[in-house]
C-alpha cells in the first residue's frame, strides 16, 4: 500500500558527511511519525531519529548533534543529514513511515540503503 525508497548510502571516510533520503508514496493518506533506523552486522535494529507530523524531533544519544532529521510533507520525504561520521555509523539504515489511509493504519519500511564508514 506504501512504498518507500531510500537513496543516499554509500563509503565514506570517517569525518565526512552524507545525506539520506526517503519517498514515499502509494495510499499515503495521512502521515505520521517518520523515523531513520539503522542495523549493524549480528546486531538489532536501533532508533537513530525520528521526526513528528509537527515537526518534533528526537536522536539516539550516539547521533546528537551530528545527524539532522528532516521531512518535507509536500513531497512526502524524510532526509537524515549526517555530518561527523565515525566507523561506528556503519550500517544498513532503514526508514520507517507511520500513518493512516483508507484501509487503516500502516507501519511502512524501506528496503535498507548501506552506509560504511571508513577509518
Known amino acids: 500500500q506504501v512504498q518507500l525508497v531510500e537513496s543516499g548510502g554509500g563509503l565514506v571516510q570517517a569525518g565526512e558527511s552524507l545525506r539520506l533520503s526517503c519517498a514515499a508514496s502509494?495510499?499515503?493518506?495521512?502521515?505520521?511519525?517518520m523515523a531513520w533506523f539503522r542495523q549493524a552486522p549480528g546486531k538489532q535494529r536501533d532508533l537513530v531519529a525520528t521526526?513528528?507530523?509537527?515537526?518534533?524531533?528526537n536522536y539516539a544519544d550516539s547521533v546528537k548533534g551530528r545527524f539532522t532529521i528532516s521531512r518535507d510533507n509536500v513531497k512526502k520525504i524524510v532526509s537524515l543529514q549526517m555530518n561527523s561520521l565515525k566507523p561506528e555509523d556503519t550500517a544498513v539504515y532503514y526508514c520507517?513511515?507511520?500513518?493512516?489511509?483508507?484501509?487503516?493504519?500502516?507501519?511502512?519500511w524501506g528496503q535498507g540503503t548501506q552506509v560504511t564508514v571508513a577509518s
Open positions: 520507517n513511515v507511520k500513518g493512516f489511509n483508507g484501509f487503516g493504519r500502516y507501519d511502512s
Open positions: 502509494g495510499r499515503i493518506g495521512n502521515i505520521g511519525d
Open positions: 521526526v513528528s507530523s509537527g515537526s518534533s524531533t
